[in-house]
């Protein structure tokens, strides 16, 4: 069988995609799949790359060009008897767009479908989602940049009147730290939303506390499994996108060091809000725990980094279960969710 693996992306976070990508093709069971490479360049061309039946020696071949890959439209993807690994973060990549893609092409694919991508993607989305199913998070203002032009002071009066510095800024549709600032005050506070704005047309002020942070790995369709959480242990106020994935300077302690009952807290939320958002596949739910055992979720990633200092399949390591036996998972998720679907487009006829 083949994979189309499919990572770059027009998206900040194109260099975290180049990295997974990378480890994938040093884990996945070469016994069973060919691994063609499709490669978006930051300027969205589609690029067809070799086919590999064994991992590649270095990061830098999977960055293609013109000379060594082959201009492809994104429909050439439509090909029997092979599964599509979507390896891309951010913007066009797991916000539902390239997923739809996807369904009209009638192929099957690793993680969630359009609705959840869409709605985990959009903070602001998100936030209402959760909300209406009783899931606790932080207070926030959602701000609009048409709106935030016309109506500056009334917003900031309406973020210092709700909440209280220190305040994180973020765009809506973004991941990784990218466009994330943490404001101490009213000039700070103006700073980070025009910074928000470079990556957004709508961002999300929320509110900053102390808290520890944690990180679930779910897994599945319609059964879901969940892992124990692991943690970022900061020395900082938070991460950025750098120190994340380029410094490699974030320290994770897995599994976290929390009582049982709060484990079981985490992963009724996680599981509850993956139910919401109609997840399937994979996803990786973050949340803030506080000195007083107060559980807030922070997001939901539908696509989360599979970098080698990546928490997600590092949670399922701590689980017994490894990067090569979690990839297989994943595309057996995925051709199991293809084929009910096509189950009920036959039952139809």
Known sequence: MKI??????????????????????????????????????????????????????????????????????PSDLKEGNAVIFPVLHGPNGEDGTIQGLFEVLNMP????????????????????????VGIPQLPYVAVTKNGYKDHQA?????????LIYPMFVKPANMGSSVGISKAESRDELIQAIDEAFRFDRRVIVEQGIEARELEIAVLGNDEIRTTLAGEIVKD????????????????????????????????????????????????????????NNEVFLNEVNTMPGFTPFSMYPLLWQN??????????????????????KQQIEVEQL
């Not at 009334?154 to 709700?162: K, Q, R, T």
């Open 4 to 73: 189309f693996l499919v990572y770059g992306g027009k998206s900040a976070e194109h260099d975290v995609s180049i990295l997974s990508a990378f480890s994938i093709l040093q884990a996945i069971y070469y016994n069973y799949y060919s691994v063609q490479l499709v490669y978006i360049t930051q300027d969205g061309n589609w690029l067809k790359g070799r086919i590999y039946n064994e991992a590649p020696l270095k990061e830098d071949d999977l960055r293609l060009t013109i000379a060594n890959a082959q201009p492809i439209l």
């Open 109 to 132: 694919y690793v993680g969630a479908g359009v609705l959840a991508s869409a709605c985990a993607m959009d903070k602001i989305i998100g936030k209402q989602l959760f909300q209406q």
């Open 154 to 162: 009334e917003i900031l009066a309406e973020c210092e009147g709700s």
């Open 236 to 291: 900082v106020a938070f991460y950025t996108y750098e120190s994340k994935y380029l410094d490699n300077k974030v320290e994770l302690q897995i599994p976290a060091d929390i009582s049982g009952e709060l484990q079981e807290t985490l992963q009724y939320y996680a599981r509850k809000a993956y139910q919401t958002l109609d997840g399937s596949g994979l996803s990786r739910c973050d949340f803030f725990l506080t000195a």
């Open 319 to 340: 689980m017994g279960l490894n990067y090569g036996d979690l990839l297989e998972e994943l595309i057996q998720l995925a051709k199991l969710r293809f084929e009910k």
